[in-house]
């Protein structure tokens, strides 16, 4: 069984960066990781994705801006934020898959992933 456990939220002001971490455990099998986000009353955004092999994914909204990263050794996955954006506020969550993805880019879709962790939540005040 996956479990995943983010860390690394917080309160920041408009520009500032944060770096969220995903420490994991039973990873056997896990293929894609990725970090979604949820506002009140909204459903799981995709926020970045990566392929056990290196292939990144991001959300228009945050190209140029957040940077997905793992390291398997210590099996946990990043994500650093930088100029960071009111929008940008949410509750952050990581997740993997664990069966094999055979498209040449990792998934974005919420319904492609099957461990979740608790979330971090991240504010960004302007």
């Known amino acids: 069984q996956v479990q995943l456990v983010e860390s690394g939220g917080g309160s920041v002001q408009s520009g500032g960066s944060l770096r969220l971490s995903c420490a994991g455990s039973?990873?056997?099998?896990?293929?894609?990781m990725a970090w979604f986000r949820q506002t009140p009353g909204q459903g799981r955004e995709g926020v970045a994705s990566?392929?056990?092999?290196?292939?990144?994914n991001y959300a228009d909204s945050v190209k140029g801006r957040f940077s997905i990263s793992k390291d398997d050794a210590k099996f946990t996955l990043y994500l650093q934020m930088n100029n960071l954006k009111p929008e940008d506020t949410g509750m952050y969550y990581c997740?993997?898959?664990?069966?094999?993805?055979?498209?040449?880019?990792?998934?974005?879709?919420?319904?492609?992933?099957?461990?979740w962790g608790q979330g971090t939540q991240v504010t960004v005040s302007s």
């Open positions: 039973g990873y056997t099998g896990v293929t894609c």
């Open positions: 990566i392929d056990h092999d290196g292939p990144t």
């Open positions: 997740a993997a898959r664990r069966r094999l993805w055979t498209g040449s880019i990792p998934p974005l879709a919420q319904s492609e992933y099957h461990y």
